[in-house]
């Protein structure tokens, strides 16, 4: 049996679709290699968000070239790299087989041919886009699934790639949603995570044909019997509507967590990135969730060092950090990327100015996440059992409703339930002890 190994880089999008380039392969009959080293395919899921992903990518397929003259390897490079890079792609790296961008996944197969037998230098980029969605993934987790939404994005951010590579949204049909959804609560999963580039988008170019919106998706898989927790990323500041709130908050499985990217705290800056509102409008989108919603933890997404950042647009991030006292941020130094309209302005900000911010970032997210985190210390947390801890394998490790991880002692079972009892945290994690199974 030949068999294939796929690399992936990137969101929680790329992963999933890499489930779906998995579930593919075994239907053409491949088996998963442990290593790229014993696989007779090798896939690259690609991601080109910022300089870093590009670079990894670079040094992977110097090594993947190498096992390719060693012992003929087939070599499939897909995602969001290979799309940006489509006219260069094979001049570039001339050994790859396949290359094929992140809306045709179905196609791969074909291009691959029955048995992983490349053609050389077939090509699939730019096509039409679609979901893929009669490829059944290849799931990491039996309890745990990703449901794509939408692909695409029609936001402007003029810092970001992904519009350019991803193409316009489009929403995939309800219908099609709800019988995914409700064919994994059938197989036992118990947490879905809804993708989409902006969920709250979702829905807006089904109309006029049909009338929804992301609010009545929420509540119809909230519906569905054995789904016992929902997330959902990312959302889009800009689209988030009272009626989002309100089912976030009516729905008994939608967990107490947004994920909010914020990108900067100066509203300036926030004119520049294209980002469609200001520093004010969304610390009143802060209130209104955290008024609707009880024990909400908010997260976001920051980037340090736009062009034309100065020193007091700074400090004002930080005020807003400090303001909103996020649960979690990931932070970014900003990357230019070709294409976009931001990698041409004026006033790049030099790399020893971004670098020191974002030192100073970095330090205040932990301190007030350790804070947050150090709030839930003598509570009991619903934790949902992923496994063993990847510190200290004696811990089990999981996470709660409001997507802390947590490491507990006790004995559990992954995907289950469990009430834990808190004892320590850090700026990442809490600790704890089993309490009891919630349900089965
Ligand atoms: N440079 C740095 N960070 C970026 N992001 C998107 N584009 C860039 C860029 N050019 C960040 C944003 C986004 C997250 C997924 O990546 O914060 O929310
Ligand atoms: Fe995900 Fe964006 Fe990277 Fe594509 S470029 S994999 S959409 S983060």
Redesign the pocket.
Known sequence: MKRYHVTTFG?QMNAHDSERIKGMLEELGLGEAASQDEADVLVFNTCT??EKPDQRFAAHIAQARALKERDGKVIAVGGCYAEAQRERLFDLYPFVDVAFGPGSIAHLGEWLGAGGEAPRSSFGIGQERSFAADLAPHRERRFQAWVQVSMGCNSV?S????PKVRGREVSRRPAEIMAEVTRLAGQGVRELTLLGQNVNSWGRDLRPDLETGFAELLRACDAVPGIERIRFT?PHPKDFRPDVIAAMAESESVCEHAHL?V?SGSTRILKAMKRTYSRERYLRLVDELRTGISDLALTT???VGFPGETERDFAETLEVVEEVGYDGA?T??????SG?E?ATMPNQVPEEVKRERIERLVDLVQRIAHERNQERVGGVEQVLVEGSSRTDALLQRGRTRRNTTVNFTGSAVPGELVDVQIDGATSLTLRGALRAAVAA
Not at 159 to 162: A, G, S
Not at 332 to 337: D, E, G, I, L, T
């Open positions: 969101c968000i910022r951010c810092y970001c790639i992904v990312s990217p990108q997404d920051i980037i990931f970014f130094v900003y990357s230019p990327r976009t931001a």
